[in-house]
């Protein structure tokens, strides 16, 4: 079809709501302030018209990715930062480390239950750790939710029947498998959660710099593709291929 979303019409869409967005900001600026006009600071990259912290959730997670806290914030990223060097640095095993913590824990179990007739005190009840069925369900949905849709993205590339798109798809999974031989899941892991805890903040500080970077940035990104379209990718054929009919 031809109303069929292609990567230079999204591309030129993004570009297209920056501009109008920055085009807003720059004649509101000639125009008398409104005090009462909230939602106007917030037309910001893409057209968004939320802070930072609402597209992030509003909750106790944007809170910490925000660094509304420093000190809880600080201490989930030294506590991420200390797992990798345990792993990454230390070169400790998993399974090693989890029965090492089960048995400090049945040992810790065994002193409280046994320390009352040592010390001829009365008897007290061991606490026991189990972990809710809710929070066991909530995480398996979570991550199903997340694997079905990369599942189907994949697939609709694939079934799709547009060849540019399934090259693009492609050629950033391969990407992705290059850098993955650099480093390991682990360390890939860490580096994610190192910039999810710093890319928010330090753009919900700097966001006007980085809108204006982003901006030139998609420019020349859509010149650049319009060059590699007009030599290459449009000799490639967008229509679904259909085998030949044998009689």
Same mark, same amino acid.
């Given at each position: ?53 609402? @597209? ?9 990715? @925000? ?62 750790? +189990? ?36 090259? @693009?798809?492609?050629?950033? @999974?391969?990407?992705?498998? +290059? ?30 710099? +980085? ?37």
């Amino acid at each position: 079809m031809s109303d069929k979303i292609t990567a230079e019409n999204l591309l030129n869409t993004l570009v297209e709501t920056i501009s109008h967005a920055e085009h807003k900001k720059s004649v509101s600026f000639f125009e008398e302030e409104k005090p009462n006009s909230v939602s106007s600071q917030f037309n910001r990259l893409f057209g968004r018209q939320k802070p930072v912290h609402h @597209l992030l959730g509003g909750g106790k997670s944007a809170d910490v990715l @925000l660094w509304r806290n420093k000190k809880i914030s600080a201490g989930v990223l030294t506590g991420a930062t200390a797992i990798w060097v345990v792993f990454e640095w230390l070169n400790y095993n998993f399974l090693t480390l989890l029965f090492f913590a089960l048995a400090l824990g049945m040992l810790a179990q065994f002193l409280w239950a046994n320390a009352s007739g040592v010390f001829g005190r009365k008897s007290s009840k061991v606490p026991r750790f +189990v972990l809710p069925e809710d929070f066991i369900v909530n995480i398996a949905t979570a991550v199903g939710f997340e694997v079905n849709r990369g599942l189907r993205v994949l697939q609709d590339a694939s079934c799709g029947g547009n060849l540019k798109q399934f090259l @693009l798809v492609v050629v950033s @999974l391969w990407a992705g498998a +290059v850098i993955g031989s650099w480093c390991n899941f682990l360390t890939v892991m860490y580096i994610g959660f190192v910039a999810a805890h710093t890319f928010p903040v330090l753009y919900e500080r700097y966001e006007d710099q +980085v809108d204006d970077f982003v901006y030139k940035f998609l420019g020349q990104m859509r010149n650049q593709y319009q060059k590699l379209d007009s030599g290459l990718l449009s000799k490639i054929p967008n229509g679904k291929f259909k085998g030949k009919k044998h009689e």
